[in-house]
């Protein structure tokens, strides 16, 4: 019994670590790695970085090319397409149930974040720890949304979908320079969610997502 938990917590750390080192830019898009690399980055035995392998070919992150090894997801315009459609899919739905479902308190919460970040912003040179700070407080608030549902499949596939959509933001657009411009529309969707009008938050949502889109399909 011990043994199965004990494979299962190794496999979770391992895949923990596999995405964090893939969001630190440790690894690259594109790049080729061999299960020995990927035991040197994670610190973790051979057999636990065998057992996701599977795993993180099915989401897509890794593709295994014979002869050639292992090679770190592509950030290409079909994957940008489908990563942000899947995106607007899951938040539209989220964002609806979240203005009617989210407490006032939370409201408030996400409102005074957002406030505040925007007058740091607008106070302020921008440095790589306060934008590194503006892009937690942007990731936190989707995550907000989508964890309300309570829906732990939703909650996984979203999870995927966010880690594609984060190593996109760091190929084609970082938050850099933009903290100002995010922080406001995000206070649109904030002022959408006080209203309690589910079709003016997701009109709102739609409207930041897109503009995502459009941003990381430009370049």
Avoid at 109 to 114: K, V
Avoid at 139 to 164: C, P, Q, R
């Amino acid at each position: 019994m011990g043994n199965g938990n004990e494979l299962t917590n190794l496999r979770e750390k391992a895949y923990a670590s596999f995405t964090r080192h893939l969001l630190a830019r440790d690894l690259l898009p594109g790049q080729f790695v061999s299960q020995r690399e990927l035991v040197a980055f994670t610190g973790l035995p051979l057999g636990a970085i065998r057992e996701i392998v599977p795993r993180l070919e099915a989401e897509g992150l890794l593709t295994t090319i014979p002869q050639r090894g292992m090679q770190i997801a592509h950030i290409d315009i079909s994957l940008i397409r489908e990563a942000f459609q899947f995106r607007l899919f899951m938040e539209r739905e989220a964002v609806a149930l979240f203005t009617t479902s989210a407490s006032d308190a939370e409201l408030a919460r996400l409102r005074r974040e957002h406030e505040d970040m925007l007058a740091q912003a607008l106070a302020e040179t921008p440095t790589p720890e306060m934008e590194a700070k503006a892009q937690t407080v942007d990731w936190a608030m989707h995550d907000t949304f989508i964890n309300a549902l309570g829906n732990e499949i939703i909650a996984k596939a979203y999870l995927v979908n966010s880690v594609k959509i984060r190593l996109i933001h760091q190929e084609r657009f970082r938050i850099d320079g933009r903290v100002v411009p995010v922080m406001r529309e995000h206070l649109a969707v904030i002022e959408a969610l006080e209203s309690r009008d589910p079709r003016k938050a997701v009109e709102a949502i739609s409207a930041h997502i897109d503009n995502a889109r459009r941003l990381a399909l430009q370049i």
